[in-house]
């Protein structure tokens, strides 16, 4: 298994362009997650999926966009990019994030966004 | 609002002593508390969890202790190593009845040789 799989690795934008981050997973986990990483906050949820259709916002949603039209697909689309979102961005997924039977987190490995 | 608070920010000990990183969380419903371990320009690992069913949990040289009467709990490092340098993070699950995972601001462990 690949795991969580992120691409790119890297990428710079303008202000006000728009870009999609891409995440696929292969352990047909039903939950899906983005966090963005900044120095001394730690990891920030943005959105979330629960499965195939659905998703719901994190704590830091503004400015992001997501789908999930498969179980292994879930991308993050930066509508405007703004300096503010410069950051590190993780993917993760996970069995189930029931509260009442959560599992371990798996991250890919980060996409570092810059935008000047 | 629901938080997890981690201390201290930063943590310096020398290679052997025991490490100890302490966190607590707000939402009383919680029950899975995991920690990761980041190092440097990589992305955050598991390195051991627990469940609120279990007071105590050990893996070798690394152990979690809850105590959820007081909402906390803490990730002990013993006989800590160069190699144990890295952020830890601790995370737990809040907010209504979905598990989402919110993480502490985490720590960053420094073992000097």
């Known amino acids: 298994n690949a795991g969580v799989t992120q691409t790119p690795k890297f990428q710079v934008l303008k202000t006000g362009q728009s870009m999609t981050l891409q995440c696929a997973q292969d352990m047909n986990h039903e939950y899906m997650s983005w966090y963005r990483q900044d120095p001394g906050m730690g990891l920030r949820l943005i959105h979330y999926?629960?499965?195939?259709?659905?998703?719901d916002q994190g704590e830091v949603p503004n400015g992001y966009n997501v789908s999930r039209s498969t179980t292994e697909d879930f991308p993050l689309r930066l509508l405007s990019a703004a300096p503010s979102q410069t950051s590190v961005y993780f993917c993760a997924s996970s069995y189930s994030n029931s509260k009442h039977t959560a599992s371990p987190l798996h991250f890919g490995n980060g996409t570092r966004l810059t935008v000047t | 609002g629901e938080n997890v608070e981690q201390h201290p920010s930063t943590l310096s000990v020398q290679e052997g002593d025991s490490a100890v990183i302490k966190c607590t969380y707000s939402d009383s419903a919680s029950n899975y508390f995991p920690w990761y371990k980041q190092e440097l320009g990589k992305r955050p690992q598991l390195i051991i969890d627990?469940?609120?069913?279990?007071g105590e949990k050990k893996d070798q040289r690394i152990a979690v202790t809850l105590n959820k009467t007081a909402k906390h709990f803490s990730l002990h490092i013993t006989e800590t190593q160069p190699e144990d340098s890295a952020v830890y993070f601790c995370?737990?699950?809040?907010?209504?009845?979905?598990?989402?995972?919110?993480f502490g601001k985490g720590t960053k462990l420094s073992v000097k040789p």
């Open positions: 999926s629960v499965g195939a259709g659905i998703t």
């Open positions: 627990i469940r609120s069913n279990v």
């Open positions: 995370a737990a699950p809040l907010g209504g009845s979905q598990g989402n995972l919110i």
